[in-house]
């Protein structure tokens, strides 16, 4: 699933993890066969910028064995 767009990151991370639920045998699976699987964000900034992820959604990546991959374009 590719989604592009403006928006904050972690706003949109609930929503995205909410649809990759019930996927976790998949990626699982994936992870068990020497695989991979990573959520990619690009984040274009202008100057200083940052973002903190909620222990909630660290816990969800993790349980969907789901890598993050963060970006940051100038």
Known sequence: MVREGFGDF???LAPLLDQLDGKEDAFR???STGGRS???V???VEGSSGFTLTGADIKRLAELSLELSVEVYP
């Open 10 to 12: 972690t706003e949109a």
């Open 38 to 40: 990573e959520l990619y």
């Open 29 to 31: 699976q994936i992870a």
């Open 42 to 44: 690009g984040v274009f």
